[in-house]
């Protein structure tokens, strides 16, 4: 019988193709590893980059707004303190001055352990005096903002410096000036009072704001007085003097000049687009 001899071909290719495919399955899978971990390393690394964060900064402007925002009202609160203090000093300052020209002439009357202290005034007048100053020359501005009037009119220091010497000089004829009965000097001391707004102010806001500041003076003064706080000699408006309200009118404007120049010294907030 012939014996059929294997074919030479079959064997050997057979074998080499069957290596080759063994080599070949780990090196091609250990590239494709290499080229993932590198392109997963340049990923990390550009979305770490100065560049990419500031694009990142640029597509979110929300947190640029935030932090604007926060800073502005932090400058806001400090220059309301600051504002309210200032007023609160001058307040109280104008009113030992003129509540001691008041007592001098005896237009007003305290008790006498009230009298022999040092400033010759009840404790509680600088406190609440310069509380309503700074109450009042705060209010002044942002009643001409709500109604959106700036006040422009004289606005400068020295108007203002102007403005407090006017009032000082009506309330010291207050006490200085002799006329035949108080409504003669309540007249006079209107006309002095219109005529300080009208020369310093001269705005809707200041003429109404005064005239409400100088009834509720008015009023809590009457209160003080009614319950022997202290008492006016030669009443004729009830318990107090008729031309009280005058006062009171002419200090809230010289209060309001003063909030309003304050507040103009307020350097205008950038708006951001």
């Known amino acids: 019988m012939v014996k059929l001899m294997p074919r030479l071909e079959d064997h050997t290719w057979s074998c080499s193709c069957t290596a ?35 694009g990142h900064g640029a597509q979110n402007p929300s947190n640029a707004n935030t932090a604007n925002g926060s800073s502005s009202s932090v400058n806001l609160s400090r220059d309301l303190v600051h504002r309210s203090l200032v007023l609160f000093v001058v307040g109280a300052f104008m009113a030992l001055v ?23 005034s009840a404790w509680w007048v600088p ?47 207050s006490a200085k000036l002799d006329f035949a009965n108080n409504i003669q000097l309540s007249l006079t001391l209107a006309a002095l009072s219109l005529g300080l707004w009208w020369t310093f102010d001269r705005s809707r806001s200041g003429l109404g704001l005064g ?48 909030g309003r120049q304050l507040a103009m010294d307020i350097p205008e907030k950038p708006h951001n687009d």
């Open 20 to 54: 080759r495919g063994r080599h070949k399955s780990p090196v091609g899978g250990t590239a494709a590893r290499l080229a993932a971990k590198v392109s997963k390393m340049l990923s990390s690394s550009v979305s770490s980059s100065p560049l990419a964060l500031v």
């Open 127 to 173: 406190p609440c005096c310069g509380t309503a100053a700074a109450v009042v020359g705060l209010l002044y501005p942002c009643i001409d903002s709500h109604l959106g009037e700036p006040h422009k009119f004289k606005r400068e220091w020295a108007s203002v410096m102007r403005c407090i010497a006017v009032f000082v000089g009506i309330n010291h004829a």
């Open 211 to 258: 005239i409400t500041i100088a009834f509720v003076a008015t009023l809590i003064t009457q209160f003080l007085v009614y319950n022997g706080v202290y008492q006016y000699t030669s009443p004729d408006f009830l318990y107090i003097r008729s031309w009280l309200p005058c006062i009171f009118f002419s200090g809230g404007v010289t209060v309001g000049n003063i």
């Open 98 to 120: 003129l509540n001691l020209l008041q007592i001098q002439r005896n237009v007003t009357l305290f008790p006498e352990e009230v009298i022999s202290t040092i400033f010759s």
